[in-house]
């Protein structure tokens, strides 16, 4: 829909109103009669009604005029209450911080670093969206949030990427399964095994990006929606899973469940953020992206690791 009254003429409008003449008008706006005169002659033209009625040496105004008045003022008072927000919310650091993560697991470890934080911006309010967990990017793209953690690659130009930590893929089974007796787990060890995956598993890197190109498609691959169902499902011993060593180290450590490496090199993977570029710079995000780094899963899941 097409509008043809814009900010300026409102306030021409609400002046004059105000004050009754086009000069005084005129002195408050910061503009000349003749220039004024102009404006509501043109807005006059474009609505197809006159707006004001001269009655002796004041303007009054029309039904019309008043029916423009009164969405002004609202319209007027809207803007100016925003702009006076927006202000408070940049010199008192606050606003609205909007994020996802590529995967589900990494919901678990946000909350701690949230709490960090919170130190340093209080008044900005952290919206974690887990709807938008299957597609960051395009999310990004469309204005719906604000940062993503992801570990796939991010290849739009409108984006802009920071590396906050690099992590470790390794195949979880039962104390009970042959993996526990070796060291790694070759990449032809996984043709006989049920795998499972999270849905949908043609998005699976492990998958798509590993076992198939390296000729070990497993003899049976299963989705489970849950990390703590596929633990669950490991330890009864119905099949393994290739999960990052953070999230699992837990587990490994109470001696539910081994943890192997996938192949001698082990498989890795890098996590970065992903923002639109005009908000890289912004400090409320450097910080988060910056503590991101400084409290990565992967550090506490080294220390757990080195200790057993």
């Known amino acids: 829909m097409r509008m043809d009254l814009e900010v300026r003429h409102l306030k021409l409008v609400a002046a004059v109103a105000d004050v009754g003449s086009l000069t005084r008008a005129g002195d ?137 930590f690099e992590d470790e893929l390794v195949v979880v089974a039962s104390r009970r399964h042959r993996f526990a007796q070796q060291t790694h787990v070759k990449l032809a060890d996984m043709r006989d095994e049920t795998l499972f995956v999270y849905p949908p598993k043609e998005e699976s890197s492990v998958l798509q990006n590993t076992l198939l190109p390296g000729g070990a498609a497993p003899a049976r691959v299963e989705e489970v929606l849950l990390t703590e169902a596929i633990i669950e499902l490991v330890k009864a011993g119905l099949g393994v899973a290739v999960l990052a060593r953070w999230a699992v180290q837990p587990v490994v450590d109470a001696g539910a469940v081994v943890a192997r490496p996938l192949t001698a090199r082990g498989l890795h993977r890098e996590w970065k953020v992903a923002m639109p570029k005009d908000l890289a710079g912004a400090d409320y995000v450097v910080e988060f992206a910056t503590l991101l780094e400084q409290h990565a899963p992967t550090r506490r899941a080294s220390r757990s690791a080195a200790r057993g």
């Open 28 to 164: 408050r706006l910061h503009l000349t009669q003749s220039a004024l005169s102009h404006q509501l002659r043109d807005i006059e033209a474009r609505l197809g009604a006159p707006l004001f009625l001269r009655v002796g040496k004041r303007l009054v105004l029309t039904p019309a005029g008043e029916r423009l008045l009164a969405s002004a003022r609202d319209v007027l008072e809207r803007l100016e209450r925003a702009e006076h927000d927006i202000r408070e919310m940049s010199r008192d650091r606050a606003g609205l911080l909007r994020i996802t993560t590529e995967c589900y697991t990494c919901y678990h470890w946000l909350p701690p670093l949230l709490l960090h934080y919170r130190r340093t911006f209080p008044r900005v309010e952290v919206r974690i969206d887990v709807n938008a967990t299957g597609r960051p990017v395009e999310m990004l793209l469309a204005g719906k949030i604000d940062l993503a953690v992801v570990s796939s690659p991010v290849a739009d130009r409108r984006l802009a990427t920071r590396a906050v």
